[in-house]
């Protein structure tokens, strides 16, 4: 099972971004821990933030207050806002479930922060 990433893009710093998550093979969100992570270049791949089946959030240290993780059962789609973006945010974001188990992953979307 994979889920697809996107909203990427280059950004200032300050600026906001919003990233999407879709899913593939008639998963519904719902019924799954979602989470956003992210690689930056040399680094390990991290959690960013994860949303419950039962809509709780947590998120990592490093983005709590400037991000927020939502989910929208309607459109089956999980979101990530980014707001006061920074250039230590740069880097491929992927989502997936949490935990990841044996779930693929998708190619991710870039982000790139600059200053």
């Known amino acids: 099972v994979q889920l697809q990433a996107s909203g990427g893009g280059l950004v200032q710093a300050g600026e906001s971004l919003t990233l999407s998550c879709k899913a593939s093979?008639?998963?519904?969100?719902?019924?799954?821990?979602t989470g956003w992570y992210r690689q930056a270049p040399g680094e390990k791949r991290e959690l960013v933030a994860t949303?419950?089946?039962?809509?709780?959030?947590t998120y990592a240290d490093s983005v709590k207050g400037r991000f927020t993780i939502s989910r929208d059962n309607h459109d089956n789609t999980v979101k990530l806002q980014m707001n006061s973006l920074k250039p230590e945010d740069t880097a491929l974001y992927y989502c997936?479930?949490?935990?990841?188990?044996?779930?693929?992953w998708g190619p991710g979307t870039e982000v790139t922060v600059f200053s």
């Open positions: 949303i419950s089946t039962g809509g709780f959030t």
């Open positions: 093979n008639n998963v519904i969100f719902s019924i799954i821990n």
């Open positions: 997936n479930k949490d935990p990841v188990e044996n779930w693929s």
